[in-house]
């Protein structure tokens, strides 16, 4: 039932039923109808394709001029998160990601009137003009690794708020942030972007720190876990 109201507010508010296009309403409509406990419904969206395929046209068609910063980031936050979705089920069933060549630097996507690889949207746009290292807890790669998907839209006049809340989301997870009783392990992110969060806060602890309720002690080391890059498919609820 979720997923029937969710198809159906997307095809009015997409226009087929005579409503103007919002990508923003659409894309809430999505991932609300899709998305539970952090993972994806992707079985029902390979037999069902249509919503899906009507964001990622209005993905290619979205008219960035003119446009707020925070318009602009919360469209390349939601494209990203989308896309990646979308070559999932171009490919499902999959394992993951990193089965699929060329997931990340190959395939490409028509993103606000450019063809982009996911690498491109994620580096050259979206990192390059908002340097905000609490966007790697709101990406999600399609991984059990990854943070878990929101089950919503981030919006322009909201997205401060739903990034940091998101960010704290995240760091509080005690399979992300694994706190024992000498040292704690980290996702791997905290090594593949660690100048962003060095830059942004001195070190990795001191940035997680910013976020945790139990703060990671002084005295600990940090090192980092093996990344898990099975699919964050419904289907894989276990793994959580």
């Not at 079985?43 to 394709?49: A, E, F, T, V």
């Not at 990795?204 to 002084?218: A, E, L, M, S």
Request: proline fraction near 5%; charge should be negative; glycine fraction near 4%.
């Amino acid at each position: 039932m979720k997923i029937l109201i969710a198809s159906a507010l997307l095809l009015c508010s997409s226009g087929l039923l005579g409503q103007p296009k919002d990508f923003f309403s659409d894309a809430q409509a999505f991932f609300e109808g899709y998305v539970s406990s952090g993972l994806i419904n992707y079985d029902s969206l390979k037999n069902n394709p249509v919503p899906l395929d009507g964001l990622v046209r209005q993905i290619g068609n979205y008219r960035i001029a003119g446009k707020t910063l925070d318009e602009q980031k919360a469209f390349y936050t939601n494209a990203y998160n989308l896309l990646v979705i979308k070559q999932i089920v171009e490919n499902y069933p999959t394992d993951g990601p990193m089965t699929i060549p060329g997931f990340f630097n190959q395939k490409t996507y028509r993103v606000a009137g450019r063809n982009v690889t996911l690498d491109e949207l994620e580096k050259e746009i979206l990192f390059a003009a908002f340097p905000d290292p609490r966007l790697h807890f709101v990406l999600v790669c399609a991984a059990i690794g990854c943070p878990p998907i929101a089950d919503y839209a981030y919006m322009p006049d909201s997205l401060e708020t739903q990034i940091e809340t998101k960010t704290r989301e995240v760091l509080n997870i005690s399979w992300y942030v694994r706190i024992y009783k000498d040292r704690t392990l980290v996702s791997k992110v905290f090594d593949w972007y660690l100048p962003d969060f060095v830059n942004d806060a001195g070190s990795v602890k001191t940035f997680i720190n910013k976020y945790r309720i139990i703060q990671i002690p002084d005295n600990h080391d940090i090192a980092t876990y093996d990344y898990d890059w099975s699919l964050n498919d419904s289907k894989n609820a276990f793994r959580y």
